[in-house]
């Protein structure tokens, strides 16, 4: 049995959850999420639990019982909580502010990169070196981060791009000066 999918998933006060055959709405204070699981795998709401289970040992079973249920409870923490992502923009020049729904970005380049907020997310930047990215879906928030981050990714001589708070950038040294001859 799954360590991950025999666990239930606490329904928070405040979330409203319903199960119709395959499809899961979850709807709270940051909003409403919809996805569509495979029909094999059972989903019942218990209680203020949600319980997901699957009909048989089966490999592709036993496959997507744990990401159902990963899946649901990513949803249900979504829309209690929320998820958010940090940029940090590292470079001489380098900066980023926010002009209506637009984030425009200074990355070094001879024009500025703009980006626009898309439905579900919201960007803010409290540091002309700072994004914050933040919404109700974990996959919408990351992939939308990895979009701005892919602008001007960090290079690994002098550090200087976008990169995730807390992301580690591999450094490289420089060349090395050619040795006097004797």
Do not use: C, W
């Not at 218990?46 to 899946?71: F, Q, W, Y």
């Not at 380098?94 to 626009?116: A, F």
Request: glycine share 12%; no cysteine; net charge positive.
């Amino acid at each position: 049995m799954s360590r991950i999918g025999k666990k239930p998933i606490a329904i928070p006060a405040g979330v409203d959850v319903k199960v119709n055959g395959s499809e899961v709405t979850v709807k709270g204070p940051k909003g409403e999420l919809k996805n569509t699981f495979n029909s094999e795998i059972n989903i019942a709401v218990e209680g203020n639990e949600i319980i997901v289970t699957r009909p048989s040992d089966e490999k592709n079973h036993r496959a997507l019982h744990g990401l159902t249920r990963t899946l649901i409870a990513n949803m249900v923490e979504g829309v209690t909580n929320g998820y958010s992502k940090e940029l940090e923009v590292n470079g001489v020049g380098y900066r980023v502010q926010k002009q209506g729904n637009n984030l425009v970005m200074n990355l070094g380049y001879s024009h500025q990169v703009i980006m626009s907020e898309v439905a579900g997310i919201t960007i803010d930047v409290p540091a002309p070196n700072r994004i914050v990215i933040s919404g109700a879906d974990k996959q919408q928030v990351g992939q939308f981060a990895a979009e701005v981050r892919e602008k001007r990714p960090p290079e690994p001589y002098k550090g200087k791009g976008i990169k995730y708070v807390g992301e580690y950038i591999r450094r490289k040294e420089g060349k090395a000066a050619k040795g006097a001859k004797k």
